[in-house]
Every structure is written in C-alpha cells, then in structure tokens.
C-alpha cells in the first residue's frame, strides 16, 4: 500500500534553514505528483508545494524560499526551507494521489503521510 514517512522537522531560528525528507513507498514516486501541505494550530490545512512531470506549484509566501527535490532511486522527496519565518511554523505532511498531475492542489490528496513538525523560534 502506499505509504510516506517524513522527517526531518525541529527548532529552527529564524531565517534559518531545515530540509524536510519524505520517505514513499508502495507506488511508482517517478511518475506521480508528490506535495507538501502544512497545518499550523488552529489553522486550516494549506498547500506548500506540488510537483509533477517538471511542474511545481507554490504557495505564494514560500515562493523564493522553499524548494523542492527527488532522489527516486531512494524513493525520496525533499523539502528544502530557506529563510524560515514566524508565520512557517506548522505540522509539514507529504502527500499524493499516485498519478501525474497535481490536480488536487492546494490539499486534496489521497495519500498522507503522518506529519513532522517544524517550530520557528530562538
């Protein structure tokens, strides 16, 4: 069965960087769209980033800061952060339908992985 495992998450100060893994397993990660959607406390879920067939999407405020990787012979996705803010602190799942297209942008996915926290702060 499909299944993403992500890591990576922690204290960060601000302006700092961190980059996020997400392990996938179960389904073909080099012909499917893979996303980042993160939940902060009290918030609604919003989309991050979504990448597939050499498209990506972003959130308007990561845009310059965050970026997006695959290694597909390690079955992994990475999420690089750069210049962290206040406002980036959440729970950052990875996820996806398992097909090409990131038709389910900003947050409708089939598949979720667990979460892994990222906290902004000195």
């Known amino acids: 069965q499909v299944q993403l495992v992500e890591s990576g998450g922690g204290l960060v100060q601000p302006g700092g960087s961190l980059r996020l893994s997400c392990v996938a397993s179960?389904?073909?990660?080099?012909?499917?769209?893979i996303a980042w959607v993160r939940q902060a406390p009290g918030k609604e879920r919003e989309g991050v980033i979504c990448?597939?067939?050499?498209?990506?999407y972003y959130q308007p405020s990561v845009k310059g800061r965050f970026t997006i990787s695959r290694d597909d012979a390690k079955n992994t996705v990475y999420l690089q952060m750069n210049n962290l803010k206040p406002e980036d602190p959440a729970v950052y799942f990875c996820?996806?339908?398992?097909?090409?297209?990131?038709?389910?942008?900003?947050?409708?996915?089939?598949?979720w992985g667990q979460g892994t926290q990222v906290t902004v702060g000195s």
């Open positions: 996820a996806t339908d398992a097909q090409r297209s990131c038709s389910g942008w900003p947050i409708s996915y089939h598949y």
């Open positions: 179960g389904f073909a990660l080099v012909t499917s769209n």
């Open positions: 990448n597939n067939d050499g498209l990506t």
